[in-house]
């Protein structure tokens, strides 16, 4: 079984898309290209939620990736993500619902907005500390 998981530091560093196809063994580059997406999203906001991963059972395709979130509430979601956006497709990890007829959300930080009372509460204290030190930074 191939591992999928892949450390963020070395996508960023790559310089090409020569190792991709054995980093998670799919061909194909509009694949790839909404997996790295996806580890994005993931890593953009895991600081605010309980638990946050690209699905590992639910296949990519050429446009679609999945990510499941717990968030700091305890809730557990499985999110949708493709060039319309994200959604939500499962109250469960690697749940795809296909009656959910959930909104699609442009950003992932207005979704979890909509979802969680506490990601809005940490997304706002890491906004402010920033500001803090950048008002730190801009004293010294």
Not at 21 to 50: I, P, Q, Y
Not at 77 to 87: I, N, S, W
Request: some cysteine.
């Amino acid at each position: 079984r191939m591992e999928t998981d892949c450390n963020p530091m070395e996508l960023s560093s790559m310089s090409g898309f020569e190792e991709d196809s054995e980093l998670n063994g799919f061909e194909g580059t509009d694949m790839k290209d909404m997996r790295l997406e996806a580890e994005a999203v993931v890593n953009d906001v895991l600081f605010a939620v309980s638990n946050m991963f690209v699905s590992k059972s639910l296949r990519c395709a050429d446009n679609v990736a999945y990510i499941n979130v717990e968030t700091r509430e305890g809730s557990r979601y499985c999110l949708e993500l493709t060039e319309a956006g994200l959604r939500v497709v499962g109250y469960a990890f690697d749940q795809v619902d296909d009656d959910l007829q959930t909104p699609y959300h442009e950003t992932v930080y207005s979704l979890l907005d909509s979802l969680s009372p506490a990601y809005r509460e940490a997304f706002g204290n890491a906004l402010l500390q920033r500001l803090e030190a950048l008002k730190r930074d801009g004293q010294s």
